[in-house]
């Protein structure tokens, strides 16, 4: 398959669903990386709120969290001119290539995917065909913009697999259509891990709200949730494995930092685990205090952001639209009268 290129570059997307509220993980295992990323692809960075749907929702609440996930895509530093940055419904291309690929998805592929099982299983009054179908409307975000890669963690590996597998068995029947996607091999964000449960990755839908820094949280409540992270009784520094609360509170601080783990021990050798606790949430303080400040100021100018809105909507829709005539024309849609 011939690589496409935009500008040069190869094409990266991702996105975040605009359910929960962002936490400290998010940003520096993910968000943060994005904004490197984007000096070397093409990129696509996708609100993904019809993904969010699956889940009931309510209505006014979904477009407050898109929007404000959006502004936060942009005072996390990513420049709505040089990366695509966009709401996944205001891009029909989405849907109208989901149906398509959902005639060339298998049943018993979607049976084996473990986050459906996963979401079944605490949703068990909604189980709808949207949350069985979610990987196809996955891949098709990521073969509309014939994106090289993908930044994946290992929860989504699967379904890149699906995508690998879709856009292969389309090729298969209809020529070089899709370029088939790689996960993104380079530098990896920090592993953010759980306050209350480190040997989980933080998460934005923890139940419990002391276990997740969440981006907008205030100082006094970064610092209440760092004192009662959960440490051990050891009462020693270390960074290991057997230590799994204080080794999650070194990387925390190593990532806000950019201390090694080995300066970061050094550096609170002899100290208390309050100390490690006060020392890790002053750091976060600052980071989040500017990016919040940014959040502040952009909410503020609704008709910048506005534009951006409708601006990266029509440069995301004109990328999708050649893709899909190219996959309408392949399966034997007729073509539009212009």
């Given at each position: 398959?011939?690589?496409?290129?935009?500008?040069g570059?190869k094409?990266?997307f991702?996105?975040?669903?605009a359910?929960?509220n962002?936490?400290?993980?998010?940003y520096?295992?993910?968000?943060?990386?994005?904004?490197?990323?984007s000096?070397?692809?093409?990129?696509?960075?996708?609100?993904?709120?019809?993904?969010?749907?699956?889940?009931?929702?309510?209505?006014?609440?979904?477009?407050?969290?898109a929007?404000a996930l959006?502004?936060?895509y942009?005072?996390?530093g990513?420049?709505?001119?040089?990366s695509?940055?966009?709401?996944?419904?205001?891009?029909?291309?989405?849907?109208?290539?989901?149906?398509i690929l959902?005639?060339?998805?298998?049943?018993?592929?979607?049976?084996?995917?473990?986050?459906?099982?996963d979401?079944?299983?605490?949703?068990?009054?909604?189980?709808?065909?949207?949350?069985?179908?979610?990987p196809v409307?996955?891949?098709?975000d990521?073969l509309?913009?014939?994106?090289?890669?993908?930044p994946v963690g290992i929860d989504?590996?699967?379904?890149?697999?699906?995508?690998r597998?879709?856009?292969q068995?389309f090729?298969?029947?209809?020529?070089?259509?899709?370029?088939?996607?790689?996960?993104y091999?380079g530098?990896?964000g920090?592993?953010i891990?759980?306050?209350q449960?480190p040997?989980k990755?933080m998460?934005k839908s923890?139940?419990n709200?002391?276990?997740?820094?969440?981006?907008?949280?205030?100082?006094?409540?970064?610092?209440?949730?760092?004192?009662r992270?959960?440490?051990?009784?050891e009462?020693?520094?270390?960074?290991?494995?057997?230590q799994?609360?204080?080794?999650?509170?070194?990387?925390?601080?190593c990532?806000c930092?950019?201390?090694?783990?080995e300066?970061?021990?050094?550096?609170?050798a002899?100290?208390?685990y309050?100390?490690?606790?006060?020392?890790?949430?002053e750091?976060?303080?600052?980071?989040?205090?500017?990016?919040?400040?940014?959040?502040?100021?952009?909410?503020?100018?609704?008709?910048y952001?506005?534009s951006?809105?409708?601006?990266?909507a029509e440069?995301?829709?004109?990328?999708?639209?050649?893709t899909?005539?190219?996959?309408?024309k392949?399966?034997?849609f007729?073509?539009?009268?212009?």
């Amino acid at each position: 398959m011939e690589i496409i290129m935009i500008d040069g570059k190869k094409v990266l997307f991702s996105g975040m669903q605009a359910t929960g509220n962002l936490t400290l993980g998010n940003y520096l295992g993910a968000l943060k990386n994005w904004v490197n990323l984007s000096e070397e692809y093409e990129c696509f960075y996708s609100v993904v709120d019809m993904h969010s749907i699956t889940i009931r929702q309510d209505p006014a609440e979904l477009r407050r969290r898109a929007r404000a996930l959006l502004i936060l895509y942009i005072a996390a530093g990513l420049d709505p001119k040089k990366s695509c940055i966009y709401y996944q419904s205001h891009v029909s291309g989405h849907a109208e290539l989901a149906w398509i690929l959902n005639c060339f998805t298998y049943m018993g592929e979607l049976n084996r995917m473990t986050q459906f099982k996963d979401k079944a299983a605490k949703h068990a009054d909604n189980i709808n065909a949207g949350l069985f179908t979610y990987p196809v409307l996955m891949a098709s975000d990521i073969l509309l913009y014939q994106a090289d890669v993908v930044p994946v963690g290992i929860d989504q590996m699967q379904h890149l697999e699906l995508t690998r597998d879709l856009a292969q068995r389309f090729n298969a029947v209809y020529g070089d259509v899709f370029t088939v996607p790689e996960a993104y091999i380079g530098k990896v964000g920090a592993k953010i891990n759980s306050l209350q449960s480190p040997d989980k990755k933080m998460s934005k839908s923890d139940e419990n709200v002391n276990a997740s820094i969440y981006l907008m949280d205030d100082p006094d409540t970064v610092m209440r949730k760092f004192k009662r992270a959960v440490t051990d009784s050891e009462a020693n520094i270390c960074y290991r494995d057997e230590q799994p609360g204080i080794k999650n509170l070194i990387n925390i601080y190593c990532a806000c930092t950019e201390k090694t783990p080995e300066e970061a021990v050094a550096e609170f050798a002899g100290k208390g685990y309050g100390e490690l606790k006060t020392g890790v949430g002053e750091a976060v303080v600052a980071v989040l205090k500017p990016l919040q400040e940014e959040v502040g100021r952009l909410s503020k100018d609704k008709a910048y952001i506005d534009s951006i809105i409708k601006e990266n909507a029509e440069k995301a829709g004109y990328y999708a639209a050649k893709t899909l005539r190219k996959v309408q024309k392949k399966v034997g849609f007729p073509e539009k009268v212009r």
